[in-house]
């Protein structure tokens, strides 16, 4: 009796799953069939305004449910655009890259292809950092500089195709923050090499930076550093010919002022990096 019991609940809780599927399936199928009676505006505009709400991960799904069922037309286009733009708030930053550069591939001629080669420089800009950092820098060099290095790369680029752009004042002054970041770390890197006692590994950082970076605030600083430098490899005419150097470009250097050098902390002020 209890056997049958138990075969009659299994063979109703079976029956009730069973249709339940059933349903969940129509429910889907009808679901399609409204979305394929919509046109490619309706899906559009459906998207955009969930993009405008900030609602990023129902702007995603949208956005390529357009594309699925739209692979071709205006508003795809515009679509594409604004998924990285989505993809990138929602920090998927490396899908955002890849739908720009499909972008830019598929669409060389589109109206907005300046804000494409813009976003891209914008998403590797904001790839190492964090909704904190944005808010506040960081005041750590020693990030990943593959990110820095390509955010630069892809703003230059941008740029130098459309120098006139609404977005070339800005990319212009990300790109300084940029090269002040890359200048920054070579300074991080040279200190933590004086701090080991390798001058001459300390010495080529230094000289890299006033090669490269001579119009960053690190120059300064390369120039304490080499003096620290020389004067702990026993060098004093050439510690005394960057001093001298240091005190002609940069004469109120702190520096100058206090004689020594804090290997611990840091010879400037990481705001005065910050543009934004």
């Known amino acids: 009796m209890i056997l049958k019991n138990k075969t009659r609940i299994f063979t109703i809780a079976l029956i009730c799953s069973l249709l339940f599927l059933q349903a969940c399936s129509k429910k889907n199928e009808v679901r399609e069939v409204e979305v394929t009676k919509k046109t490619d505006l309706e899906m559009y505009l459906e998207a955009k305004r969930t993009l405008d709400a900030g609602v990023w991960n129902a702007a995603i799904q949208r956005y390529k449910a357009l594309r699925s069922h739209y692979p071709f037309g205006h508003y795809t286009e515009q679509g594409y655009l604004e998924l990285a733009y989505a993809q990138y708030k929602l920090y998927k930053m490396e899908e955002a890259v890849v739908t720009v550069d499909r972008f830019i591939k598929n669409y060389p001629a589109h109206k907005n292809l300046d804000y494409a080669y813009y976003l891209k420089g914008l998403i590797y800009f904001e790839s190492d950092r964090g909704f904190l ?83 960053t605030p690190a120059s300064a600083n390369a120039l304490a550093l080499m003096v620290e430098s020389y004067t702990m490899m026993e060098e004093p005419e050439l510690a ?16 100058l002022q206090n004689g020594e050098l804090d290997l611990d902390t840091e010879l400037f002020e990481w705001s005065d990096l910050w543009p934004f």
Do not use: W
């Open 240 to 255: 005394e010919q960057a001093k001298t150097q240091l005190m002609t470009d940069f004469p109120s250097h702190t520096y």
């Open 133 to 215: 950092e944005r808010a506040n820098p960081s005041e750590v060099a020693d990030h990943n500089q593959e990110n820095i290095r390509n955010a630069f790369t892809a703003f230059k680029n941008f740029i130098e195709r459309f120098p006139e752009s609404d977005y070339a004042a800005d990319a212009h002054k990300r790109m300084v923050f940029l090269k002040n970041r890359l200048a920054a770390y070579e300074i991080h890197v040279a200190k933590y090499y004086l701090r080991r006692g390798a001058p001459i590994a300390a010495l080529n950082r230094c000289k890299f930076v006033l090669e490269s970076f001579q119009d």
